[in-house]
């Protein structure tokens, strides 16, 4: 890509971002390349990174675990759908994901949790995220009795509506009444240390990452 | 909080503050806070706040939504109760528990108001039917009921809803109960409006009632069941279990306040007997105080002393009847442990189970005896769980659930604790996960206020990892973390811990937030402001500030500069604990120092100007502790702070910050100039005023003042005119150390006016200063003797008066037998003045003064040399006591007084010396032992006394060494 064209996109797109300023979005923008790398650009195709290369920066720089959410974070990422997280899109999550504001955050979790999209956290879903969450132990007849249990505290705490599933108003104010709550159904963010690790790593010389 | 509105800091999930006090409405959203605030409020407010509740007549149903509420109204409880017994409904069976408890609720909230109006009891006839009734719905044969039977033991219902016998009603009793649950045989019980107990049962003839006391009291019947039988506890939780979670939720939270409100009230009231003794518990204080005094010396007043051991007795029998109330629960404290328990401070009362005073006279773990446990210690044990068992997402889920519960309750304390969910906190700490970490100690920080669960959080080593946790990059773990330490570290062995670990250094780093001040944002959501971290940091400097190595060690970190940079900001919950911090670590001698180079008390006084009680009261404290020094003094004077804190001394309702600023104004007193402020501003009067009804703490401080302020000719005409003498003889008979110190140091400076003197006498001054002679303290002692001096001085037949205490003198020459210093030189003092009187030097002669004043001779305190010598001179004045002190040595050590530095040591020796040369082989002692030098360069002295003393004395040598000689040449 030439300089020229470069600095227009990092223009464009420092524009468009309140959280980085224009040498940050420039770090993330070469980052970005030299993620996907040169090549599929020159092929016309759509630049981007896929769901498998995306979940495997997420593995390994944010370090999260579990797939279900890795899956959840990458469509929260590409919000055209397209099955590829482009450039542009690749500064407004990081925007988010990095140095959003509460509200930011908040919206963006409940985007990851609801898995289906319609606007609530039903029961289901919550049991689905939460199922690995406790050791499961031979001793117990039913190893889904504490997950249900967990689920119903959950609620109990969370659904303000008593209408047996998490609305986006429920969720906001529980997280409100309590910060903890925000990644109530697991780690949807990166947590502070890799944070910064990141973060002090990219703005200083993002050529190296690669080599993480 | 402003000038007419009051919000509490509590705000309710809507963020509306749960109380909102806007003259003249409150508005009240919890009963926590209700609780709390009829605490607070005195008797006149507690009248509003009870109006307010009785407007509000179904807050249950407010509480618990709109559904219940159309539900309660329209359906009577009692029809649901034959519903119930009928069908197997389950709904309905919740439905009916709710109804019944919204009544239980709405009659605990009747008879609440009716206790205020007419003084009733807790338990009354109509309450005890009520839950009587509902038992008996409940009772049968079957399995699932709470009780086999149920009844009344006489038929006969009293106008006044009683049943039992009118010469039992006078006892506060309400009725006789047979009951037969399940599993134990028939009990027969009294409910009384005390509370319900086992009493003898039914004798076997004629079916009389046996109306001992039996067992324990319970504060009601079905409390006292679920005691006594497995079962009926069993079958009354079952159904409890049934409750929708919210119901579960909120039935602890309405229960305690009651419980805390019962307390008071029932105290005062319980019929008219009741009355008496709060009258004669008064009079039991005072008896208590001449008890002391009476063996001491039998003295002219037995008039008087048979007054007491009649009031006395009194309150003995009294005694009896209160003892077997002390078994019952914490509603049984003493009435003085309940006025001081409200001017305790807010957070105390507020961990509403256990009262401290509780604490103390119960084993630790009444928990597992008791069989009965609350719902929540099963689901904390489950939360407990699934911290263990979880990964952090459910940890974090388990952690704000377990948030919910009301952790300021005591049982919750517990449970956490007994399911060994500590341990699981504490290892929390060690993770990486900060948000495990702050949910861990969110809730660590709460718990942490009971003094069982520091103790094992220390126990458990909890302290380490979180002096480890305050280096963390998160500001707001840091701030948990200082909190939850500054909650622990309230025993020495917790700031021992926080001490070794190094955690004093950490925390005072804390309090240097300007420098961090300079970092970018990062990781907005775990961080808190700056100045929150230093304010958490200073708290528990503030706890740990308690001990001496801690202040230390507080200093040596460089605390001082940095609190001083603090205490310039203006955020009060800030400065509270900043000032706290100091003054507390005021105390040593380097901090008073580093204070003043700091320049920090100008800034005590500027915040001795602010609204905040809290603060104004630990100002005052820190510039007590500080006001030790003269430069300090008169830097608060500079400041502006003396106007201030007479114009604190009007508040008198909060009796903590009257002590702290009478104790700033006790010590300010002590300069002149001060002094003289205070006249100005009025002080002097106000704290006259204070004499009475005001507790010791302060009553030591007002009299500490009012001592140092009638050094001055003006103040004690003030004094005498404000009637201020009658309050402080009064107090006389106290038995507080401190107290009578100051005191007997007032009355002292106030007998230096005749005038003052003549009220003294008149009020029996002079022998209560003489009968604490006998205190065992010896501060009280040397403090009485000083006093007397002047009172013997100034009264006009002084000899008389000391003659007409019996065996008086015999004492004061016998505490001439004391070690210590202070003792010794007032007692000699008191001497001097009594041997003014040839009677009475005859009597203390008798009573061999002359050998006790010879023995103290070898001396080099300067206070005591001047006193004894003065002592001597006018002891020389009886028969031949010249003689004997020369006899006992005491002539040598004397003439040795004259090479002190001190002129009044000079002055009094030199007339020692004169009275002693009238004796021949005096003379030739004091000659020998170089005296005549000496002396000769004091007849050079200014002092006229000195001169004249010791030219006599010289006069008297020269005249026998020339009798001598012109002997010789007979």
Redesign the interface.
Known sequence: MNRKKLQKLTDTLTKNCKHFNKFEVQCLINLFYNLVGDVTERQGMVTGLDRNAFRNILHMTFGMTDDMIMDRVFRGFDKDNDGCVNVSEWISGLSVFLRG??EE?MKYCFEVFDLNGDGFISKEEMFH??K????K?PSEEDPDE?IK??VE??L??MD?DHDGKLSFSDYE?AVR???????????CLP???S??EFEAQVFKDPNEFNDI | MSETTVKSEEVD?NGQPLLFLSVPHIKIRNFGQLSRFLLIAKDTKLKEAQACVEANRDPVAKILGLDYNTMKEDTSTVNILEEVTKGEDSENEIKMKIARLLSQLDLHLLNHSLKHISLEISLNPTSVKNDIEMLKNFSGKGEQTVLESISYTSDYEFSNGCRAPPWRQIHGEICYVLVKPHDVETLCITCSAEGVFLNGGKTDNEGEINYERKGEIYKDLVTFLKEKSAKFSENMSKQEKRFS?KKEKKEPTNEPPEKEEAAPVQKAITGSGKRTLEKNQINFGKSQMTKRLEPSLSWKATVRFKEYRSLLRDPQEEKHRRRPERSGPSVKLGRAQLVRKSTEKIEEIVSESSSESEEDEEPLDRQEANADLPSEYWQIQ??V??LK??????T??????M??FNLAQETCQLAIRDVGGLEVLINLLDT????CK??SLKILKEISHNPQIRRNIVDLGGLPVMVNTLDS??KSLKCLAAETIANVAKFRRARQAVRRYGGITKLVALLDCGKSSAEPA?????DARDVEVARCGALALWSCSKSYTNKEAIRKAGGIPLLARLLKTSHENMLIPVVGTLQECASEENYRAAIKAERIIENLVKNLNSENEQLQEHCAMAIYQCAEDKETRDLVRLHGGLKRLASLLDNTDNKERLAAVTGAIWKCSISKENVTKFREYKAIETLVGLLTDQPEEVLVNVVGALGECCQDYENRVLVRKCGGIPPLVNLLVGVNQALLVNVTKAVGACAVEPESMMIIDRLDGVRLLWSLLKNPHPEVKASAAWALCPCIQNTKDAGEMVRSFVGGLELVVNLLKSDNKEVLASVCAAITNIAKDQENLAVITDRGVVPLLSKLANTNNDKLRRHLAEAISHCCMWGRNRVAFGEYKAVAPLVHYLKSDDPNVHRATAQALYQLSEDADNCVTIHENGAVKLLLDMVGSTDQDLQEAAAGCISNIRRLALATEKARYI
């Open positions: 504001t509460l955050k995220m939460l690995n969450s406790l050791l132990q504490g249990d967990l505290i959950t109990k705490k303000h104010q009444e309590e910060t903890l709550l925000l990644e109530a159904f697991g780690p947590d502070p240390k944070e910064m | 999930e979670n489950k939360l769980k699934y068992g979880g990964n952090q997402t459910a974090v889920i388990a952690l704000c659930s948030k919910d990486d996960e900060v948000k702050i949910g990059p998160h990062q990781s907005s959501l775990y």
